[in-house]
């Protein structure tokens, strides 16, 4: 496709002159401190984020505020999906869960002020939409690892940091408030096209500049507005010979079309408070909480009854497009059709709270941090189903390249064309998950040759994540009946028309019942009780790390040790029976060192050379260490137990990596560096039939495994600039490789998740005058991921190109106007399932536009 051109654009780039004439001024004027974030413009944001890239120890990113309550973007997960060598896929149409260097979600840590998060996700991954600007002074992505940092990052740890009251001068505040603008909402009759979004945060000190607090909010209620088109799969060992040459044509399961048209209302606060004791004392408290609340009102048409079992369609088909083996286009009569009316309900909510103390006892810096993170997550899919009452012919061409045409040959906006609706609640899921960590440090500075400094530490954790859902369906209570007038036609422009509820609750509750929704009281099935289960984990580690430096250089070197004991819960089924309580646990130690060292290639240490060895580790996705066991027993001995389960045997994977760059900071806010890493992955992850025992018994069961690994490999490329006449630069491209293969599908199986060969982006800005504005592309190529919460549920994310543009114009001191634009392209999103090119899936969330105010007190 013409977006992977983009590619080649990026990496072109830096191939432009460095050299700058009005450039040598600007270099002139003296930047804020790094420890200072009273600045304000993009300028000083991009100067202060290099500086803390250029004085650290390790290989990182950087994302600096450029001024109070105001990060580059809505949430900090959009800013991060623009650094080199990370990307994100998306959700609702926003940027969520993190890739890097071409690693996948289960090898992201993720902190907030250096502690570890839990997650409304059923593994480790922490949905970083959830943070807003407002709560945020910025982030730090720490691509190498260090014997101090929280282990659980192979691709990275991603830092997320709160601002901090007593760095700033005075009283503080800021308010802004967006209106959002979404054109596709025209597109799709009761789409809300118009949304608000508020936020803010004050800062302020008192007794003598020695207490200092902050606090922020933020409100969005965005549309969850999408088009979405999906292929189910072909039939690929049961189908017939349709075109008489002998060989077995694989037909299609079928397809579905649906829209959504809800809303995502999300809001979070923020109380910060830092008191300075004492000089030798200072303590910090924190709370964050977030919510979300998803009420999705969707509608869909399911096509089946095509899959030519056995060949028994044969004489209903016509018109057949048979590509490789495929049939992607054909007309079958006598088909009938499934319309469905659903609201997906979705309340997910994190709280996490910390409290630190520093203190100095002669010649040693002692640390303590408390912190306990909590994060849950209600959901709820409701659908009210109905069969069409006659048949007709349908037509598709489904031939990849996003071509998806198709057409059901009945009118599907006619309510009297279906049959009586069943209500199904499937499923009604709960998840909880809940973190305690105590963290102590101790450092001094000591004078031993090369040796300067040393630090101490040990860190507890205790961890317990658990999941239940109940699933049940109802039929109309005493004879009640949904009257053909209860329905509205929704026309939808490129898909054929619907039969929704006018009023989705009133009616259901009506007919199926006052409780129709709630699950107190209902049985659960045996699905349901073999779904569910609880994890839990509880690790300690010790820490010893050396600060280095000489004449021209300086680093780290360090020892983690990690102990870890888990166990996981669940039900177990053997052939059918009623389940019963299972449980196993296991325990493992990891040994972590680190080396980090930075040689300085000029005085003024503007050329450096960087290199890192590292041994690092993330754990296995809780939900894959759960107890839970499918099992069916042959009442011959000497054959195996087949089924299905979880492992919570499941040892971390494993990582020994090296990193080496250069690095030009050539002027004020300006780098050029190239960089190679090279991972060696051991233990890697996947599901597959596992040969093992159980109760003494000889089992073949599939489940999720410790493999074999392999290597990934990578070159990141950056080149950024500010220039003079108010224009700045920033551009990174990166490129990575691996030979770790899936275990999904069978004799073609994908490479590893998150691999994305090539990455990269440019981003334009101009800042003079009170004007300031930006225009980014970025950029990847297809990459394997899971978009769902079952595990093994992979696709292939096709290349994308995400392009925004960015406006403001300070009307006054105070006041700022604000406009934006977020995918100016219109990129949809596509997926492939099973490596076949034929099998895709179609969502489009459309472009998105902001108009804003920003008001600083």
Known sequence: ?????????????????????????????????????????????????????????????????????????????????????????????????????????????????????????????????????????????????????????????????????????????????????????????????????????????????????????????????????????????????????????????????????????????????????????????DAYYSQAKIREPGLSHWSGDVGNWDGWQKANYSNVDIRDGYVVGASVKDVGLTTNDTLWTQDMDTLALGLNGKFNAGAWKLEGDLSSSRSGRDSQWRDLRQVSKGTGTVSWAFTGNERQDYSFGQDTGNPAAFGPATLYVDTDGHLNDKLTALHLNASRDVEAGPLKRVKFGARATDREKSYGQTTWNLSPTGGATIADADYERVVVNGFAPYIALKDFLGTTSKVFGASAFDPAGRPQTQNDLLSGWKVTERSTSLYGQAELEGENYRGNVGLRVVRTRQTGE?????????????????????????????????????????????????????????????????????????????????????????????????????????????????????????????????????????????????????????????????????????DIKENFPAGHPFPIEGLMRHNGGATLWYERGGYEARLSANYHSAFVRNPTWSAGQLIENGDETFVSMNLAKQLTPQLQLRFGIENLTNQKVVYTSANNPYQQEVTEFGRRYNLGLTYKF
């Open 570 to 738: 669940g039900m177990q089924s053997l052939n059918g029976a009623a389940p019963t309580a299972v449980s196993e646990s296991s325990s493992y130690t990891e040994f972590l060192p680190s080396l980090n060292l930075v040689f300085n290639l000029d005085e003024k240490q503007e050329r450096q050379v960087r290199f890192s060895l590292a041994r690092a580790m993330s754990r296995a996705p809780l939900d894959e260490m759960r107890g839970s066991r499918n099992l069916n027993v042959d009442s011959n001995p000497a054959q195996p137990l087949t089924g299905s389960a979880g492992n919570p045997g499941l040892k971390p994977m494993m990582a020994n990596q090296a990193d080496l760059a250069y690095q030009w900071y050539f002027d004020k806010g300006s780098l050029l560096s190239a960089g190679l890493f090279y991972k060696k992955i051991s233990r890697y992850i996947g599901i597959t039939g596992d040969t093992t025992t159980i109760n003494g018994r000889s089992a073949v069961i599939t489940r999720s495994v410790n493999g074999e690994g392999g290597n990934v490999r990578g070159l990141e490329l950056i080149y950024q600039q500010s220039f003079a006449n108010g224009f700045g630069i920033s551009s990174n491209y990166s490129y990575t490789s691996s």
């Open 1 to 285: 496709m013409k977006q992977k051109k983009l590619s080649w654009l990026i990496a072109s780039l830096f191939t432009m002159p460095l050299a700058c004439t009005e450039a040598g001024a600007q270099s002139q004027q003296a930047a804020e401190p790094v420890q200072q974030v009273t600045v304000s413009g993009i300028r000083s944001s991009v100067r202060n984020a290099l500086a803390v890239k250029e004085a650290s120890n390790s290989m990182v990113e950087v994302i600096a505020s450029e001024d109070i309550g105001k990060l580059p973007d809505t949430t900090i997960a959009e800013s991060l999906a623009r650094l080199p060598g990370l990307s994100s896929g998306l959700d609702r149409g926003n940027a969520s869960q993190i890739v890097a260097r071409g690693l996948g979600p289960r090898f992201i840590g993720a902190t907030l002020n250096g502690r570890e998060l839990a997650s409304s996700e059923p593994a480790r991954a922490v949905r970083f939409e959830q943070f807003p600007s407002e709560s945020l002074s910025g982030a730090t992505v720490y691509k190498t690892q260090s014997a101090e940092l929280v282990e659980g990052g192979v691709a990275t740890t991603i830092d997320l940091q709160t601002v901090q009251p007593l760095k700033y001068n005075g009283r503080q505040a800021t308010l802004r408030a967006d209106a959002l603008y979404y054109p596709i909402a025209t597109d799709v009759p009761g789409a809300d096209k118009t949304a608000p979004r508020v936020g803010g945060v004050y800062i302020d000190q008192f007794n003598d500049r020695t207490l200092g607090v902050a606090l922020a909010f933020s409100y969005q209620d965005q549309p969850s507005v999408q088009k979405n088109i999906k292929h189910w799969g072909f039939n690929e060992d049961h189908s017939g010979d349709l075109n008489g040459d002998g060989k077995v044509d694989k037909s299609p399961w079928g397809f579905e079309d649906g829209i959504k048209r809800g809303n995502d209302k999300r809001s979070s606060v923020l109380g910060k408070v830092e008191f300075k004791a004492s000089p030798d004392a200072f303590i910090t408290a």
